[in-house]
């Protein structure tokens, strides 16, 4: 049985519950602030500068692209449920639509540096706002409608697109928004090598700050001996120099703060973190390259972070690890990378020679596949997925091979869409 709508229940006598809207701010009011989440950046912001934008698309605050979503995103009090309960049948995954945690853009106070990670986490006494919302798969949310039966001040959701209300004008499509107070710990770089970046534009990018947050959240939760689940992990997109710019964040999942995201946030215990982190996990996690090409149950993934699971990457996450600690370029060769392209029968050299390619070896600074496809040839060389596309190495190559303007691809990429190199 799934809810049906919203409804706000007050205990009254005789057993009996008292109801009123079920929706904060209630449907008859304009919603003053409401959600504006971005394709290109995935920056979430909650303003008063978008009222009146509901349903529309606008110019992003933070990456400028015209890619602002907004919609109407509402907290439910209480759901009310029609029809014959049944029990789980246990055939099907229980999983709702819900987001994962977000964190909305925000004024940034003072932030630290630790080796080259740049701290910034609430002041003590004044948590941020962790927002979690379901628009329904992209859809906006809802669309609710008051219903005018004994539960007087009930809101419904109406399926019917054709509906009596529908054309009356009484509902409003509403996302369902959940905010919690907690202390948190925003993660950035404070310098970058030249040609290296992990833009939350990309999925790379995305990819690098999410398995970032999470191997944080693993190397902190031996640190403090507690569950993993006791801190949340997460993207935060915030703007500077003109552009989007991404952060890991970690979180308490308890109400107004466990004291662990603040705690992290102190300098002497940040470097132990990222200690950790860069010699703990990273031994653990190279002995078991063999079997993981990009993330698995003894590495990254657990239950808490299931929506992510494709993203995640504990190459990734070393990575940006090794930046945190300092703005060293990094390597394709000899890297943990290698072993996924090198040999014969390494995973991408397997994939691509499925597609046609063969590798040509010493064809350009960095590795390359060519193959023959009827009359045209194709090739594709491959880069560190942290590398820009002006790596002075991808410049060389694509030189070296400008009669045949090669695809430049990740190791990263190509396990997942091998067909990119098409
Ligand atoms: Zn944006
Ligand atoms: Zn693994």
């Not at 290296?196 to 970032?212: C, D, I, L, T």
């Not at 972070?305 to 703005?327: I, Q, S, T, V």
């Not at 691509?352 to 064809?363: N, P, S, T």
Request: aromatic content about 8%; proline content about 6%.
């Amino acid at each position: 049985m799934t809810a049906r709508g919203g409804v706000n229940l007050h205990p009254a006598p005789h057993g009996l519950a008292r109801t009123s809207p079920g929706l904060y701010p209630p449907l008859d009011d304009e919603n003053p602030r409401p959600l504006g989440v971005c394709e290109s950046c995935r920056a979430v912001h909650q303003s008063e500068h978008l009222a009146g934008h509901v349903g529309e698309t606008v110019a992003c605050y933070t990456c400028g692209a015209l890619k602002l979503r907004v919609f109407d995103a509402r907290e439910p009090r209480h759901f009310f449920a029609t029809g014959t309960p049944k029990d789980y049948n246990g055939f099907s995954e229980i999983r709702g639509f819900t987001t994962r945690p977000t964190l909305a853009v925000y004024e940034s106070g003072e932030a630290q540096t630790v080796g080259n990670a740049q701290l910034s986490s609430n002041r003590e006494g004044e948590p941020h706002e962790i927002l979690t919302f379901n628009d329904y798969g992209g859809r906006g949310g809802f669309f609710f409608v008051p219903v005018t039966s004994s539960l007087r001040d009930a809101y419904k959701v109406e399926d019917d697109p054709c509906s009596q209300t529908h054309a009356q004008g009484r509902g409003r499509r509403v996302a369902l928004l959940a905010r919690r107070r907690t202390d948190t710990l925003q993660i950035g770089l404070a310098r970058w090598p030249q040609y290296h970046h992990a833009p939350p534009e990309s999925v790379e990018g995305r990819a690098a700050w999410y398995s970032a947050a999470f191997a944080l959240r693993s190397a902190a939760s031996v640190m403090l001996d507690i569950e993993a689940g006791e801190l949340e992990g997460g993207l935060y997109v915030t703007r500077r120099s003109d552009r989007a710019e991404a952060h890991a964040f970690l979180s308490d999942r308890l109400e107004n703060g466990a004291g662990y995201a603040s705690y992290l946030a102190r300098p002497d215990q940040f470097a132990t973190l990222l200690r950790n982190l860069r010699h703990n996990l990273r031994a653990d996690w190279t002995a078991h390259a063999a079997t993981c090409d990009t993330s698995c149950a003894r590495c990254l993934r657990d239950y808490t972070n299931l929506g992510f699971h494709p993203l995640l990457d504990w190459r990734l996450a070393l990575d940006l690890a090794e930046l945190l600690g300092g703005p060293e370029p990094l390597s394709l060769s000899g890297s943990h990378w290698e072993a996924l392209y090198k040999a014969e029968d390494s995973p991408v050299a397997t994939s691509l020679q499925q597609l046609g390619f063969r590798r040509v070896r010493e064809a350009t600074v960095l590795p390359t596949f060519i193959g023959s496809f009827g009359r045209s040839t194709k090739a594709v060389v491959l880069r560190h997925p942290l590398w820009a596309l002006d790596h002075p190495d991808v410049l060389s190559a694509k030189g070296a091979l400008a009669n045949l303007d090669p695809k430049v691809e990740s190791p990263f990429m190509l396990l997942r869409r091998p067909s990119d190199a098409l």
